[in-house]
Nanobody, 114 residues
């Protein structure tokens, strides 16, 4: 299983970014997917989750600003980030949880300037 993130970058506060994660080596449609983030000196924290059926769940800190979605035809999960704040600055990680283990992408940096 391989998870590869793309997108991210630098944006001013109030701006928008989209990060994507392509999964390979697994039957993507049968699994939930999630996004986590980790800022320097902090623990990795949950951001958003989408079930195999497409139902989303969000951390309170991002509700109303971030949207998770998935494209089964492309084995891809997206995280659309709007109204970004400096405190959203972090490395964002794609996650695919299974019964046996949890898979992670390499992470992609999102930096929000004030």
């Amino acid at each position: 299983v391989q998870l590869v993130e793309s997108g991210g970058g630098l944006v001013q506060a109030g701006g928008s970014l989209n990060v994507s994660c392509v999964a390979s080596g697994i039957a993507f449609s049968g699994y939930a997917m999630a996004w986590y983030r980790q800022a320097p000196g902090t623990q990795r924290e949950f951001v958003a989750y989408i079930t195999s059926g497409g139902n989303p769940n969000y951390a309170d800190s991002v509700k109303g600003r971030l949207t998770i979605s998935r494209d089964i035809t492309k084995n891809t999960v997206h995280l659309q980030m709007n109204s970004l704040k400096p405190e959203d600055t972090a490395a964002y990680y794609c996650n695919l949880p299974t019964i046996g283990r949890s898979y992670w992408g390499q992470g992609i940096q999102v930096t929000v300037s004030s």
